[in-house]
């Protein structure tokens, strides 16, 4: 199985200006996630980015620098891969994996599962991955996304709302619900058919999208089929926070 990583990497963050570019164990963070995803099968892995700082910070294990600079109006990290893609001139068919530039702790293995599940399953335009919630805290929390599948597999809806709800588990509002059976949370990892990235990134943003802000709510109100799949290892923290960062200093050390 042939597939292409490609780690969108602003400079500019809300909550973590330069996180790209924040030092771990005495090496930027963005060299943590291209290590990560040179772990995976990939036979390609690159930074798009919109900042010259860390397109040159963007180097693999081999000291090779894989940075690609980008326009800087894009909206969002999938519309940057778009670009790479056209910009690298590949084929409708390539499965390209989208993984996030503040997961320094992204097991290589979930790389190759979401990009495997695209693989094999024909009638999907993109794949992601999920894990099950297992507190009603991160079940009520709206920054933690949920996502519901047929028995097929695919997708049916994405809501930072807590869904499925067990309406005989919370006789007294939301606080009181007794049962999180089923819920899943989801990650923010996704393998992409090119075809179908370049069709969602052609698109404007859905109602649906706009109202939960889930860019994915764009491709299921379009008709596209995401298939989904229980993580095989449970991710380590993102960095979306500097307490974020904190904790992944103390738990990341030199390689």
């Known amino acids: 199985m042939s597939f292409k990583v490609v780690i969108p990497a602003r400079y500019a963050s809300t909550r973590l200006p330069a996180k790209a570019l924040a030092d771990i164990g005495g090496r930027p ?13 990939a036979d390609e892995v690159l ?3 919109d900042d010259e700082r860390v397109a040159a910070a963007a180097i693999d294990r081999s000291g090779r620098n894989v940075g690609i600079m980008t326009r800087a109006d894009h909206q969002s990290g999938t519309d940057r891969i778009a670009e790479v893609a056209t910009q690298r001139g590949w084929s409708d068919d390539t499965i390209v994996v989208n993984v996030q530039g503040d997961e320094p702790k992204l097991p290589s293995v979930l790389i190759d599962q979401v990009a495997e599940l695209l693989a094999k399953t024909p009638a999907a335009d993109i794949a992601t991955l999920s894990t099950p919630i297992t507190s009603l805290h991160e079940f009520l929390d709206p920054n933690v996304v949920k996502v519901v599948t047929a028995r097929s597999g695919l997708a049916l809806y994405f809501s930072r709302a807590p869904i499925p709800w067990h309406r005989d588990g919370a ?23 090119v075809a179908a990235l370049r069709s969602l990134t052609a698109m404007p943003p859905s109602d649906l999208e706009m109202t939960e802000r889930l860019e994915q709510l764009r491709a299921l109100q379009t008709g596209m089929q995401i298939a989904v799949s229980v993580a095989s290892e449970v991710p380590g923290v993102g960095v979306d926070t500097p307490e974020d960062l904190e904790r992944v200093r103390a738990q990341l050390h030199p390689v």
């Open 29 to 41: 963070m963005v060299q943590w996630v291209v290590a990560a995803a040179g772990k995976s099968g």
């Open 47 to 49: 930074v798009a980015t």
């Open 171 to 193: 006789s007294r509002g939301l606080t009181s619900q007794t049962s999180i059976q089923g819920a899943q949370r989801h990650l923010g990892i996704y393998a992409y058919r």
